[in-house]
């Protein structure tokens, strides 16, 4: 989400949009033309743009959403017409946004009532490492896969990072918290992660950029952990209503595993 804002905001900020649409049945009579971009900002995983007159239109892309940026003339490729949810666009550049989850308008002063649950943004200026820990060790029962994706323990980590850092910490995704060696480094490592990946799409976290390699457990079911070359098995964490997808390396990490 970092690079995105960072991408809209180069493009947007600073400029009168020309042209604003809001393809959502609760947004579709506001006009918004004529008010400048102020700056694009990501709080964790989401997206505010703020508006000239104190606006803030809010942005979640979850799973399948996404924002693409055309010049003029440009076909437009991001997804067909009846997916584009919004539509931000100046005499340079248009930025589209795509499956949408969630799109509001608010006040910039009233930010705080959808992201003021966050923990600290891991990518943002204000990162307190010792908070975002503290929040985590408040329940040292829980499975730290479930912590480490509960975006009111610290903001910004998906479902990609939680096998990623299990797996270089040597933990399964369902290892209580408490009992993970050394969480200041887990922590300390997600940070580290992060700030490596923000300014490219996608996520390295081997070193590896080559393509397969790219990633030590995430998307390898069954195939070699390219540390060991033990398969790499696949499962479910998380709660049931938030249920995602967990990858392990049997040999490389150390703690409960589903039974089935």
Not at 91 to 106: F, H, I, K, S, W
Not at 165 to 193: M, Q
Request: overall charge positive.
């Amino acid at each position: 989400m970092w690079l995105t804002a960072q991408r809209l905001d180069a493009a947007l900020a600073g400029r009168p949009l020309v042209r604003a649409e809001l393809r959502v049945p609760q947004l579709a009579t506001v006009e918004l033309v004529g008010r400048q971009v102020v700056e694009v900002a990501a709080r964790g995983k989401h997206l505010m743009a703020r508006l000239e007159g104190g606006l803030t239109l809010h942005s979640h892309l979850r799973m399948d959403g996404s924002w693409h940026l055309y010049a003029p003339g440009e076909q437009w490729r991001g997804g067909a017409e009846h997916q584009v949810r919004a539509v931000l666009g100046n005499e340079a550049r248009t930025a589209v946004g795509y499956r949408l989850p969630v799109l509001e308008l608010l006040p910039t002063a009233e930010e705080s009532q959808v992201v003021g649950h966050l923990g600290p943004d891991l990518l943002g200026p204000g990162w307190d490492a010792a908070a975002a820990l503290d929040r985590l060790a408040g329940a040292p029962e829980r499975p730290v896969g479930e912590a480490l994706l509960d975006q009111r323990n610290l903001a910004g980590i998906g479902n990609v990072y939680v096998a990623e850092l299990c797996f270089l910490r040597g933990v399964t995704p369902w290892t209580p918290f408490g009992e993970v060696t050394a969480p200041d480094k887990l922590v300390a490592l997600a940070k580290r992660l992060l700030e490596a990946n923000k300014s490219r799409p996608g996520h390295v976290t081997t070193g590896d950029t080559r393509r397969g390699r790219t990633h030590w457990v995430y998307g390898r079911a069954n195939r070699p952990c390219l540390r060991c070359g033990t398969p790499v098995r696949v499962g479910e964490h998380g709660p049931a209503e938030q249920r995602r997808v967990a990858y392990w390396c049997p040999r490389c990490q150390r703690g409960p595993v589903p039974t089935r």
